[in-house]
Every structure is written in C-alpha cells, then in structure tokens.
C-alpha cells in the first residue's frame, strides 16, 4: 500500500497549514501502536509513504502568495478582471493547478501500474482531483463517498478553477463517476444546493443526521442507508473538517457540529464489511497546531485506520478484530 502526500494549499481563503499536514501525520505515526484492534495484521502488508517532489511544495508557497491578493480583492468586492496584474496572476495559478493534477495524476497512476494499492493525503481539499483523474482510467464506473463540512460543490470559487470549495464540482465533470454521497455537510451556498439537487449528488446534512438521532434512528440504520446509496465502487474522499472540530482544530475552516471520530471509523468499517470494494481513499485538510502535533495524531490514526478499511476491501490478510473478556 502506498500512500502519495500532496502538500499543497493555494487556494485556501481561511485558515492555512494544510500543506504541513502530510509531514505532521508522519511525525506521529510513530507513536501509533500498530497492533490495530480491528486489525491486527494491517501492518504486516507494509504501507509505504512516498516521497513528494519538493517542487510541489515550493510551488505551493509560490502561488499561495499570488493569490492571497486575488483573495483580499475580492473580500473587498472589487472585480478581479478590472485589475490586469490580479487577473494575469489568477491566469498563473489556475494553470499551476493543472499541472499540479497531472502530475498527481501521473504519480498515482505510477503505483497502481506497479499493481499497488494508492491513497492520497493533502494538503488542502483540492489535492484529489488528479487521483480521481487516476481512478477513472482503471474503472468504468465508481462513487465517492465524502465526509465533510462542505459540499465544496462551488464552480471555480473565488475564480480559482481548482480551489478547495470547487473538488466535488470538479469531479462531477469526470464521467466515470456516477455518484457522490456526502455525509456531516453544515456549511453551503445557493449554488451548491442548486448543483447538487440537478447533479448526482446524494446529500446527509449534519442537522438532518442529528434529528434523525434525536427522533431514535441509530447510527447503524443511518450507516445502512449511506452505504446503500452508493455505487458497487468506491473512493472515500475525508476532509477532516468533517469532524466534530476538538479533534483537528487547526484544520482551515472549521464549522461547529459534526461527527465523532468512533462514529466515521465504524461507518468505513461497515462500508469495507459490505460487498462494495473501496477502490482508493484520499484524507485532507489536517493542519498541524503551532505549540502541539494533537492534529497530526489524530491524522495518524484515521490513516491508519483507512488504510485497514481499503485493504480488507480488497480482501487482504488484516487479521480479525481483536476480542477481550468483559466479565
């Protein structure tokens, strides 16, 4: 198993770090205990962590810098068009962006060749498309299940094509996609609604999954119906916002609300149960804090644990759960 970092945030317009996620989750692998309840032989297959090309990141820096004026222009309701300089920069960094998804694309398409089985980890949300680019050469036909704060259903947010809030509208334009289901949403505009309600889109809104909770529905029979849902392939895509925020608070747009990391475990373990084969993952948007590497832990450990879910998917040895004596 091999999992690509793609360390990159141009397009954030909140909180920034996502770029220092991939490293950070790595730091505190080491003190992740592999003997996974769940499991127990996870490890033994070896999950390797490739090496991102160091342009990645500089390019990152490069264009991060371009845009944040583009950003302050807008917050200040002027028109990007009206000014030559923003709009020749905003030209640049829609192009870097492209690029950027190719050579992702052709990174990941690198190891699956080798006959691998490839994640992705960011990074900001707009690090996956080329790893969707990827997937669809291999496969006629898959959903994505999305668990996230966001619909990040916007077309070309902010002007940048390829910006965090715009991933899921992007891969609405890969054909071979023919579903996303998005669980823990609390944060979207007009635009998305209207995306999502002509596209194929299939939409578990934090306030609805809580009233149905609050009325007797378990997270089970909820789980049931999200995983039903969806197609008989699928790419998870994490933004870890979707969280409840205490467990990854330096995330770059946090929303209050959201679901508990027990409860995500347990419905990607439910999916990897299923006759549907988890074809890949990506998990973004981790930022690591400046006084302790609380969020890179929890990164660690959600990895960790995808990694498990893609690998019984596919009906590698992982062990069975590990069962202790309670009387």
């Known amino acids: 198993m091999v999992i690509v970092p793609v360390p990159w945030e141009v397009t954030v317009s909140y909180g920034a770090g996502a770029s220092e996620g991939p490293d950070a989750i790595m730091d505190a692998s080491f003190q992740v205990d592999l003997n996974h309840q769940e499991f127990p032989e996870l ?17 990152s820096e490069k264009y991060k810098s371009l845009a944040q004026p583009i950003i302050e222009a807008l917050e200040n309701g002027e028109a990007v068009e009206t000014f030559p300089a923003l709009q020749a920069d905003l030209d640049k960094i829609n192009r870097a962006c492209a690029t950027m998804n190719d050579e992702v694309k052709a990174r990941i398409l690198h190891w699956m060749d080798q006959g691998k089985l490839v994640a992705l980890l960011g990074g900001d949300h707009s690090t996956p498309l080329g790893y969707y680019q990827a997937l669809a050469t291999k496969h006629d036909s898959f959903g994505i299940l999305h668990l996230d704060a966001h619909m990040d259903l916007r077309i070309a947010y902010e002007g940048f094509t390829y910006s965090h809030a715009s991933i899921m509208y992007n891969a609405l334009q890969i054909p071979q996609i023919s579903k996303i289901v998005q669980v823990g949403i609390r944060d979207f505009c007009e635009q998305e609604v209207d995306v999502a309600q002509k596209d194929r889109v299939i939409v578990h809104t ?27 392939k699928v790419a998870i895509s994490f933004d870890i916002d979707g969280m409840f925020p205490w467990y990854c608070p330096n995330t770059g747009t946090p929303v209050p609300g959201g679901f ?3 409860q995500a475990t347990y419905l990607l373990s439910r999916l990897a149960a299923t006759n549907k084969q988890i074809i ?23 990895l960790f644990h995808m990694c498990g879910v893609l690998a019984k998917s596919n009906k590698l040895k ?9 009387a």
């Not at 490890?43 to 390019?59: R, S, T």
């Not at 934090?206 to 197609?231: H, N, R, S, Y």
């Open 43 to 59: 490890w033994k297959l070896g999950i390797y962590m490739d090496q991102a090309p160091e342009h990645w990141a500089e390019n």
């Open 206 to 232: 934090d306030m609805d999954l809580k009233q149905e909770t609050f009325e007797g529905v378990t997270w089970q029979q909820q789980c049931d119906t999200i995983i039903a849902a969806l197609p008989e």
């Open 260 to 262: 508990s990391f027990e």
């Open 280 to 302: 890949g993952f990506d998990l973004v948007e981790v930022a690591p804090g400046e006084s302790d590497d609380w969020d890179g832990n929890v990164g660690a450990r959600m």
């Open 318 to 326: 992982v062990g069975e759960k590990i069962a202790f004596k309670r």
